[in-house]
């Protein structure tokens, strides 16, 4: 397998700390891309012969403290790291947190990650084009919007949208496990909607999976939010759609927190992350805990090749 390409994230964050004490008893090519000087300053001494120099070590930089300079820093680790798979070199992209803050004062015009990486892509369409998904061993789960507010994710429910997130979701999943999934669609409202009662997005969402389900779909909803991940880990269902970000992510992180992986979809890479932050409050102390990077190299390594094909 070639080197997967592992992004160090924001470097006055935990992301090369965390990097680095999950390859200390891994046994899986990588190539890393964040700033040398900065990386030796968290205490771990990454191997050069694997490592991709990237920015300038020479600013005002304290951990827990994400600046310009920061962001710059993560922004060309990216830029880098993707340039590597371009070129055919790695494989797949494993990336650290990053701090959206930074890298908006760094001149990034995109929020994170799955913003940036679709652009570059040329991908413009989010739940068409691209999409957000979770995968841990406890549950799995799809979003339809991503980082907007609540009013605006409620607004903005949309059948076509829901259709085409069940058929990008449709292909990647079988991408990475071999087989379609049985996808359920999770209401927004109390009860999903209770006939109306409660409120009537859930007939747009209904007009969404049954246009799904006419395409070839295995998909059900809108179903009770309350109850739909609870029938999903019991194993009803592959995959849940959620309606707006928080919906999908406190089950997800509640469940399996350290056994999670947020990748995007649509990409015509695997691209993988752990599922939380840069830990901004516990950097440069070395007290990270690593499990949940460890998990998401070990994810990619074993997904990536079955992406590609």
């Given at each position: 397998m070639k080197p997967l390409a592992i992004t160090l994230g924001d470097p006055a964050g935990i992301g090369p700390e965390v990097v680095l004490k999950a390859l200390a008893d891994l046994d899986v090519p990588v190539r890393l891309f964040g700033n040398r000087k900065l990386t030796e300053r968290s205490g771990a001494i990454p191997p050069i012969e694997r490592f991709v120099d990237c920015g300038s070590a020479e600013l005002d930089f304290h951990f827990g403290q994400g600046s310009a300079g920061s962001g710059a820093i993560s922004l060309q680790s990216i830029d880098a790291a993707v340039s590597a798979i371009e070129a055919g070199d790695c494989s797949a992209l494993v990336t650290a947190p990053i701090s959206k803050t930074a890298i908006a004062a760094a001149g990034a015009t995109h929020p994170g990650h799955t913003e940036l990486l679709a652009a570059r892509a040329g991908l413009a369409r989010y739940a068409f084009d691209y999409a957000m998904y979770f995968d841990s061993p406890s549950i799995r789960t799809v979003l339809l919007s991503v980082h907007v507010p609540l009013r605006e994710a409620i607004a903005s429910i949309n059948a076509d949208a829901i259709a085409a997130l069940a058929r990008l979701t449709i292909r990647d999943y079988a991408r990475l496990h071999g087989k379609p999934p049985r996808i359920a669609v999770a209401g927004v409202n109390p009860h999903a909607g209770e006939g109306g009662l409660f409120g009537d997005e859930e007939?747009?969402?209904?007009?969404?999976?049954?246009?799904?389900?006419?395409?070839?779909?295995?998909?059900?909803?809108?179903?009770?939010?309350?109850?739909?991940?609870?029938?999903?880990?019991?194993?009803?269902?592959?995959?849940?759609?959620?309606?707006?970000?928080?919906?999908?992510?406190?089950?997800?992180?509640?469940?399996?927190?350290?056994?999670?992986?947020?990748?995007?979809?649509?990409?015509?890479?695997?691209?993988?992350?752990?599922?939380?932050?840069?830990?901004?409050?516990i950097a440069g102390k070395g007290i990270a805990d690593a499990r949940p990077m460890r998990y998401a190299i070990e994810w990619t390594a074993r997904h990536a090749e079955r992406w590609r094909a």
């Amino acid at each position: 397998m070639k080197p997967l390409a592992i992004t160090l994230g924001d470097p006055a964050g935990i992301g090369p700390e965390v990097v680095l004490k999950a390859l200390a008893d891994l046994d899986v090519p990588v190539r890393l891309f964040g700033n040398r000087k900065l990386t030796e300053r968290s205490g771990a001494i990454p191997p050069i012969e694997r490592f991709v120099d990237c920015g300038s070590a020479e600013l005002d930089f304290h951990f827990g403290q994400g600046s310009a300079g920061s962001g710059a820093i993560s922004l060309q680790s990216i830029d880098a790291a993707v340039s590597a798979i371009e070129a055919g070199d790695c494989s797949a992209l494993v990336t650290a947190p990053i701090s959206k803050t930074a890298i908006a004062a760094a001149g990034a015009t995109h929020p994170g990650h799955t913003e940036l990486l679709a652009a570059r892509a040329g991908l413009a369409r989010y739940a068409f084009d691209y999409a957000m998904y979770f995968d841990s061993p406890s549950i799995r789960t799809v979003l339809l919007s991503v980082h907007v507010p609540l009013r605006e994710a409620i607004a903005s429910i949309n059948a076509d949208a829901i259709a085409a997130l069940a058929r990008l979701t449709i292909r990647d999943y079988a991408r990475l496990h071999g087989k379609p999934p049985r996808i359920a669609v999770a209401g927004v409202n109390p009860h999903a909607g209770e006939g109306g009662l409660f409120g009537d997005e859930e007939a747009i969402i209904t007009r969404g999976v049954d246009a799904a389900r006419r395409d070839g779909a295995s998909i059900e909803g809108p179903l009770p939010p309350d109850t739909v991940f609870l029938s999903a880990r019991n194993g009803k269902y592959d995959v849940v759609m959620a309606m707006y970000h928080d919906q999908g992510l406190i089950p997800v992180k509640t469940l399996d927190f350290e056994r999670s992986v947020n990748v995007t979809l649509g990409l015509p890479y695997l691209r993988a992350s752990v599922d939380h932050g840069t830990a901004f409050d516990i950097a440069g102390k070395g007290i990270a805990d690593a499990r949940p990077m460890r998990y998401a190299i070990e994810w990619t390594a074993r997904h990536a090749e079955r992406w590609r094909a």
